[in-house]
């Protein structure tokens, strides 16, 4: 239980972490998108 919680918590903040990038490259292709069609 010890080796495998710490595992999991790494894991979790790792997938957070690449929620957080995907969103933002996400807003930012959506922004420059916006200008275009502007």
């Keep these: 239980m010890n ?14 972490i690449a929620d957080v990038e995907y969103g933002v490259i996400r807003n930012v292709t959506t922004h420059f998108v916006t200008l275009a069609r502007a």
């Design 3 to 16: 080796i495998t919680t710490p595992r999991a918590k790494t894991i979790t903040y790792k997938a957070r």
